[in-house]
């Protein structure tokens, strides 16, 4: 039997599992088991978990049938558990090393207590934030151990059920168990923090509670947060039952009551539609469950409770109001500030942004309005194939009108058409983010293709990396991101990365990089025409070499090979085929001596040609450094070598 069981409910967190089993994997004491719960989890999670129980046996997976919530697929957890104590960890957190061995020697000092309780530590999605408010509240308690009637100031630790060990076999006589809906954690903390007579606190941080920009449930305003009301009666429904815990009855009502009001005042919670009847529930609670003689708290909070016996939401609503006159008026500014932000995206769209969207356009972007490039030209080719009533529109730049395929329909950015077109479009695709004046209207299907597999940092992966974030507006990015419906993923890597680097509410399609398909179907004639193109000689072994940007230097281009000895060196019988990335296209690396030595008949730059998969298909072999472009040729399985001479420099700035 080991000393404690550890249940792991698992649910679309694959960009945060791995983190998670490793921080508990990875810890001095050994003594456990991980019962890990897939939720029938429909991303790549359950694989994941699969792949870590073949290799650890202290890893167990269930594999639930159905989507049962957080709280039933602990419950399923629990009755497998063997250890002496139950510890439950949310699948996007992760413990801090040592956490077990501390809590080990805890119990054991402590002389087994009933409950357990740790410190935890926010990391929000920008960075890591601070210590939980309890810290005082923990460090207080010493050594000793104590039950709530002598110390209720300890209900006003964290309500969740990830900062505790529970003895099992107390779980288990209690008959304590997770209800489904929000809030589950509530009835079984109070219930378990009542009806211990030992409970001992470790004032260690012991948990790095991921704050999630997006996707938390909790955080999620909707109807779903009246599961609070029921939670609640279950566990007064509970203390009716037991008249000796009487005494807890004024301090529950006052937690729950607490609970509800901080709720209610939440944005990202209780939608302003939803508050009145919100308060009407809370009323109603509040009246059924009122204990005789209750003393109403200090402060605000005793005003609100007072409220609540006697004045309608609107009497409410002023009344807070009056009293966060401050706080109003600074969200006041705020609002402002968007309304005018609001009124300039009006004014762009002009007349067309009120009108009903159009169900058969489609407006197509690649490489910032480049040209009918990448995977927004081969869903379009696609689209036209077998949905030929959608028309397809492309944003092209100006400078890159000259080079589209005959036929094309487009816009440049700014034009009259250009409004038109991106206020009635339903389907946007692009690899990059569209302009931040372009909102998203309701209806309308977001695609982001992105521009292959990422090898560097992104977006919010740059928030704990300072030296690679120069440059990047990571919120203003996510704030772009979050009007995606779809993200195209090239492969599972890619998904667990765009999930993680995006924090946003999106569905991850598993497709593949269309723009790849032509690698992988394409005959020898293909490869060869594209030599011809690009006068290569007959006969000739293509080198091709494709070097990315650096962030680190002005401009982004770093001189890492003397092209002309390297062309030199491959002999007779070589052609070197360049291609830089396409944000120097127009910098000065063009001058730098490839365009004089592509006059010269030395090598051939690419750079221009519009298809790199062309490009690719010409090649025999590829050197590279960190451009992504390594995993879209690894598709024709042909010889790939990395050149990473400046690996510390490019790491430091960018990450990888």
């Not at 005042?265 to 508050?275: F, M, N, Q, S």
């Amino acid at each position: 039997m080991p000393r404690f069981s550890i249940i792991v409910p698992v649910f679309k967190v694959q960009g945060f599992l791995r983190e998670c089993l490793d921080s508990v994997l990875g810890q001095s004491y050994t003594d456990f088991e991980v019962i890990a719960v897939d939720d029938r989890s429909p991303d790549g999670c359950p694989a994941i978990l699969d792949g870590y129980a073949e290799r650890d046996v202290r890893v167990r997976v269930l594999h639930l049938p159905e989507n049962v919530g957080l709280g039933r697929a602990r419950n399923a957890g629990l009755e497998e558990a063997s250890g002496d104590y139950v510890l439950f960890l949310d699948s996007d957190d992760s413990y801090t090393p040592g956490l077990l061995a501390a809590v080990a020697a805890r119990l054991e000092s402590a002389g087994d207590p009933d409950i357990l309780v740790f410190d935890h530590v926010r990391t929000h999605w920008w960075g890591r934030g601070g210590r939980s408010t309890a810290a005082d509240l923990l460090a207080a308690a010493g050594t000793d151990t104590f039950g709530i009637r002598e110390n209720p100031e300890y209900l006003h630790l964290f309500l969740v059920a990830w900062n505790k060990a529970y003895r099992r076999d107390f779980f288990l006589k209690h008959e304590l168990r997770y209800a489904p809906g929000l809030y589950e954690d509530a009835p079984v903390t109070y219930r378990s923090m009542v009806l211990a007579d030992r409970i001992a606190c470790l004032e260690r941080i012991g948990v790095e509670y991921r704050q999630r920009r997006q996707g938390a449930i909790t955080k999620t305003p909707g109807r779903r947060h009246f599961d609070i009301f029921p939670q609640y009666e279950g566990l007064f429904a509970f203390l009716e039952g037991r008249p000796d815990l009487a005494w807890a009855r004024p301090l529950l009502f006052e937690r729950a009551l607490d609970h509800m009001l901080f709720v209610l005042a939440r944005e990202d919670r209780v939608t302003p539609a939803d508050r009145p009847d919100f308060y009407r529930e809370i009323r109603a609670f509040h009246a059924r469950h009122l204990p005789e003689g209750f003393t109403l708290p200090d402060g605000w909070r005793g005003t609100e409770m007072r409220l609540l016996a006697t004045a309608p939401y609107a009497s409410y609503a002023v009344a807070r109001g009056l009293r966060d006159v401050r706080g109003v008026a600074a969200a006041g500014q705020r609002r402002v500030a968007r309304a005018v932000s609001q009124r300039a995206q009006r004014a762009w769209y002009g007349a067309q942004s009120r009108l009903p969207l159009d169900p058969q356009l489609a407006v197509y972007s690649a490489f910032s309005h480049r040209g009918v490039l990448g995977d927004p030209a081969a869903i379009h080719a696609k689209a036209r194939e077998i949905a030929p009533h959608i028309k397809g529109v492309w944003v092209v730049q100006e400078d890159a009108v000259d080079a589209l395929p005959p036929g094309t329909d487009f816009v440049t950015p700014g034009s009259r058409r250009y409004h038109e077109v991106m206020a009635r479009a339903t389907y946007w695709v692009n690899n990059v983010n569209w302009p931040g004046t372009l909102a998203k209207r309701p209806g309308s299907v977001h695609l982001q293709t992105h521009q292959g597999t990422p090898l560097k940092y992104m977006a919010a992966d740059l928030l704990t990396k300072p030296g690679a974030r120069h440059g990047f507006d990571v919120p203003k990015m996510l704030w772009r991101a979050d009007r995606w419906d779809y993200s195209l993923v090239a492969n599972r890597h890619s998904e667990l990365v765009w999930e993680r680097a995006y924090p946003c509410h999106f569905t991850s399609l598993r497709t593949g990089s269309p723009r790849n398909d032509v690698l992988v179907d394409a005959g020898p004639e293909a490869g060869a025409a594209a030599r011809a193109r690009l006068g290569v000689p007959a006969g000739h072994t293509v080198v091709l070499y494709a070097p990315t940007r650096r962030d680190y230097r002005r401009g982004g281009h770093v001189d890492r090979i003397d092209l002309a000895r390297f062309a030199a060196d491959l002999g007779t019988g070589h052609t070197l085929v360049v291609r830089l990335h396409p944000s120097l296209a127009k910098g000065t690396a063009r001058g730098m001596g490839l365009a004089d030595l592509h006059r010269r008949g030395v090598l051939i730059d690419a750079t221009d040609e519009p298809h790199v998969e062309e490009v690719m298909l010409a090649a025999d072999v590829l050197v590279t450094d960190y451009s992504a472009l390594m995993f879209d040729y690894a598709n024709l399985d042909r010889p790939i070598v990395i050149h990473a001479d400046d690996w510390g420099a490019y790491a430091a700035s960018r990450g990888a």
